[in-house]
């Protein structure tokens, strides 16, 4: 066992529980995993994508998603996929898959050592992802976070990009560095947050003061920014 590993170990006992309450007392983090072993642990070698690590145990490689994100859209996947990239490569991580039949490679939620970071929600708190309407465990913690990053402009949303989803569309209004992103539908009249269950079919992102001034008014499902 190498000295990482052991170090996980003897970290293992503070683990318990993540301290992850949202400030606002909005949310509150999962458990975490008690003790890091050779059992459990995987090195992330690479990023594939954004949202797609290339994992290594035992010499052998695989394909894992980060369960509950969604792909970022084209202008926002070079910056997304570096974040991952710089918190995770190198690093050795525990695991915990869950069942998605939707993607050829396995899902999982991903924990950093030996701090225990939740690596799915660190990406959404930090404003370079966002999360999947899928129903799943920690649904709602990630919206809690999505909302919150959103909020603090954090990380993408500092410069009004699209952090996920389909590209604006070319006779949009431009989106100011500051503004509020909310998202429409192509014939709808309402507007959405990110992750609202009725943008399955059509995406653009648009300013909350361009969705005003076309008269479009919130959606009732998901409560966006008003």
């Known amino acids: 066992m190498n000295a990482r590993l052991v170090a996980w ?12 309450a949202i400030g606002d007392g909005t949310a509150v983090g999962p458990a975490i995993p008690a003790v890091f072993d050779a059992k459990s642990a995987y090195e992330v070698v690479r990023t594939d994508d954004p949202v797609t690590l290339v994992v290594s145990r035992n010499g052998k490689q695989g394909r894992v998603r980060l369960a ?3 792909d970022p859209s084209p202008q926002a996947a070079a910056s997304c996929q570096q974040f991952t990239a710089n918190l995770l490569v190198g690093e050795m991580v525990h695991l915990e898959f869950i069942e998605d039949k939707d993607t050829p490679e396995r899902s999982a939620y991903c924990f950093r050592g030996p701090d225990g ?7 959404i708190r930090a404003g370079y992802g966002a999360p999947s309407s899928d129903k799943h465990t920690h649904l709602t913690l990630f919206r809690s976070y999505a909302e919150r990053s959103q909020r603090l402009k954090k990380g993408l949303f500092a410069d009004a990009v699209p952090a996920v989803g389909m590209a604006a569309e070319a006779d949009d209004a431009p989106i100011a560095p500051g503004e509020t992103v909310v998202y429409s539908t192509r014939t709808g009249q309402r507007y959405h947050k990110v992750d ?3 943008l399955k079919k ?11 001034k076309r008269g479009l008014t919130p959606c009732n499902s998901c409560d966006p920014p008003k």
């Open 9 to 20: 170990i003897g970290a293992g006992a503070l683990l318990i529980l993540s301290a992850a």
């Open 68 to 70: 509950g994100l969604v």
């Open 117 to 123: 970071l939740f690596a799915n929600v660190e990406i």
């Open 196 to 198: 609202c269950e009725h």
């Open 202 to 212: 059509s995406k653009k992102a648009i300013s909350l003061k361009e969705a005003k």
